[in-house]
């Protein structure tokens, strides 16, 4: 039967020097997949660093996603420097034992590795829009509890002045959304000019947070609480001195770019351990070798 094997896997006698080569090639794809490790890491840790204040409080799909991927990136870091701390015995050839048994668990470990990638990639397909989606309902859902809830009055407002954004969509979300409470305003606007009968606001109202400091040209003002403001009447100019772009694709394009380029490297990180386990296995079999058996 061991004859039947060595001449239908036809090995020559590789000796240490070639066997150190062997070995330097399969560190090298070691190395590489730490490398890809270390940049899911940095992908999923610069859209993190970015969106955690604005959406700190929020049960949300998406950041999770992003932590769940740095604890991936350094999972398989560690995996590479498994195999390559595994294998470099397989150079020498004794203690066989050992090194057949601590080869056996990393391959058993990284085939697991793989697996994981695989059902990984696909689950994110499958929810990528889903967590996107998510982020823009509940963003949507605060914007009427902009001047009821102080969390989410904090968040508007950094978010808008931090990334100089405004709404969810764009500016017009806050002329569609009723967010000032009936109480809130002056007595003067209780009719059909300022009000629809569902008490929607009809002239154009935004928050202060909206309006940027680097622009002199005077912002949409308030005039629905204070009693000395009169609504403008042609607000294109006054638009000058607004954040128009929406909050939401700022928040999200990081966060999604990260989680697409997670299935571009998460291929990689399959070809490249599929290819050191066949290595592995072979280094393993022609440090097992005689040169007298051949």
């Not at 150190?20 to 940095?42: D, W």
């Not at 700190?56 to 991936?72: F, N, R, S, V």
């Amino acid at each position: 039967m061991k004859l039947k094997l060595k001449k239908l896997i036809n090995f020559p006698y590789v000796g240490m020097g070639g066997r150190r080569k062997i070995f330097l090639l399969l560190a090298a794809l070691c190395t590489c997949e730490g490398l890809l490790g270390i940049s899911l890491i940095v992908l999923a840790a610069k859209p993190l660093s970015t969106v955690t204040e604005h959406l700190k409080g929020l049960d949300l799909l998406l950041p999770t996603i992003l932590k769940a991927q740095i604890c991936y990136g350094i999972f398989v870091t560690f995996m590479s420097v498994i195999g390559i701390s595994v294998t470099r015995h397989c150079i020498y050839s004794y203690n066989l034992f050992a090194i057949k048994r601590a080869q056996i668990v990393w391959s058993c470990i990284a085939t697991a590795l793989i697996i994981l990638t695989i059902v990984a990639s696909i689950f994110l397909y499958r929810v990528r829009s889903l967590g996107a989606m998510e982020i823009v309902k509940t963003f949507e859902r605060g914007l009427s509890q902009y001047l009821l809830d102080r969390d989410w009055k904090v968040r508007f407002d950094k978010m808008h002045q931090n990334l100089r954004c405004c709404g969810v969509s764009d500016h017009e979300d806050w002329f569609k959304t009723r967010w000032i409470p009936i109480s809130a305003l002056k007595s003067a606007v209780f009719n059909t000019e300022y009000m629809t009968v569902d008490a929607r606001i009809k002239k154009p109202v935004l928050p202060a947070s909206c309006c940027s400091p680097y622009v002199d040209i005077p912002c949409i003002h308030d005039f629905l609480q204070q009693d000395s403001l009169k609504p403008q009447k042609d607000i294109s100019l006054f638009l000058e001195g607004v954040y128009t772009s929406g909050c939401i694709g700022i928040l999200l394009k990081p966060m999604l770019t990260s989680i697409t380029s997670f299935s571009v490297i998460a291929i990689l990180i399959c070809i490249f351990q599929t290819c050191e386990l066949v290595i592995a296995n072979v280094l393993y079999y022609l440090c097992t070798r005689k040169q007298e058996d051949f």
